[in-house]
């Protein structure tokens, strides 16, 4: 497959373990974000995403932690599993023209052993 | 549902060429987006369109320009091309119902190499 990025930070964890991804952004004018996967050769995939006025959302082995103070984004995958092997990004996004403008972090390559 | 897809997959260019890539989103999807994707920059968001109309621009030189079509379908068009314009280069589309977000799908990418 493709490779999406070179020198990007990797996690490497264990099969059934807990993964933790961060995330720093930079506006604090961002008032949405968004978590995706990305696999070789494959685009963007949407994860989970959060608005400025929450802290915490939950999904399905996902969750997402917001620290607006610090401007700092977090994911964690629970009970991680060798398919969740991927790049993942960060965006943060500004509200503009009825839509949003977003800016993507350089992503986490994180690489799941069985 | 079919989902968004992209044509060329790979296309090889010259220095100074210009180059032409399509997008066609998922059916009923009324925004189109498009994105650049290198080793050196990440993902950039390049722009939107909505109903024929450009929403939103990125960062980009005017050398990059697009287009979408009553049918929602876009195209972007890089001219004289530039060694750094090789990428892989990313549409995604959503329905915008009109609340300011709904999810992106992202179609495979059209790699471009320019030599």
């Known amino acids: 497959g493709e490779s999406v990025g070179l020198h990007l930070p990797t996690l490497s964890v264990q099969e059934g373990d807990n993964s933790i991804i961060n995330c720093a952004y930079s506006?604090?004018?961002?008032?949405?974000f968004i978590w995706y996967k990305q696999e070789s050769g494959k685009g963007p995939q949407f994860i989970i995403d959060i608005r400025s006025n929450m802290d915490k959302r939950q999904g399905q082995r996902v969750t997402v932690l917001l620290n607006k103070t610090v401007k700092h984004l977090s994911l964690q995958i629970a009970a991680t599993q060798p398919g969740d092997s991927a790049v993942y990004f960060c965006a943060e996004n500004i509200r503009s023209g009825g839509s949003y403008i977003p800016t993507f972090g350089r992503g986490t390559s994180l690489i799941v052993h069985p | 549902k079919a989902g968004v897809t992209q044509t060329p997959r790979y296309l090889i260019k010259t220095r100074g060429q210009q180059v032409t890539l399509s997008c066609s989103p998922i059916?009923?999807?009324?925004?189109v987006s498009w994105y650049q994707q290198t080793p050196g920059q990440g993902l950039q968001f390049l722009f939107e369109y909505f109903s024929e109309t450009q929403r939103n621009k990125g960062n980009f030189p005017g050398r990059f320009s697009g287009r979408q079509f009553s049918n929602s379908r876009s195209e972007m068009n890089v001219s004289t091309l530039e060694l750094g314009d090789s990428a892989l280069y990313l549409c995604?589309?959503?329905?915008?119902?009109?609340?300011?977000?709904?999810?992106?799908?992202f179609g495979p990418g059209t790699r471009l190499t320019v030599t």
């Open positions: 059916s009923g999807h009324r925004s």
């Open positions: 506006n604090s004018a961002s008032d949405y």
């Open positions: 995604a589309s959503s329905s915008d119902p009109g609340t300011g977000y709904s999810e992106q799908y």
